[in-house]
């Protein structure tokens, strides 16, 4: 998974739930998802910020 399709992805959840477009069934998934998607995302940017610490 890169950053960008995660990031995609959570736009894509956060859209459903914003427009009401998830069913109660669905919402305890669809709210894991985005919580695994933005620690994939806070991870990838740790990353990066780390890689940058070490070139400047």
């Known amino acids: ?3 960008e399709s995660a ?8 859209e ?3 427009n009401e477009l998830v069913s109660v069934d669905d919402l ?3 709210v ?4 695994e998607l933005i620690e994939f995302c806070k991870n ?6 780390e890689d940058l ?3 400047f």
């Not at 894991?32 to 919580?35: G, L």
């Not at 990838?44 to 910020?49: A, I, M, P, Y």
């Open 16 to 18: 459903d739930l914003r």
């Open 44 to 49: 990838k940017l740790r990353e990066v910020g």
């Open 7 to 14: 990031l995609k992805e959570l736009q894509e959840v956060i």
């Open 53 to 55: 610490d070490g070139i």
């Open 32 to 35: 894991n998802r985005a919580k």
């Open 28 to 30: 305890t998934k669809k």
């Open 1 to 3: 998974m890169t950053y």
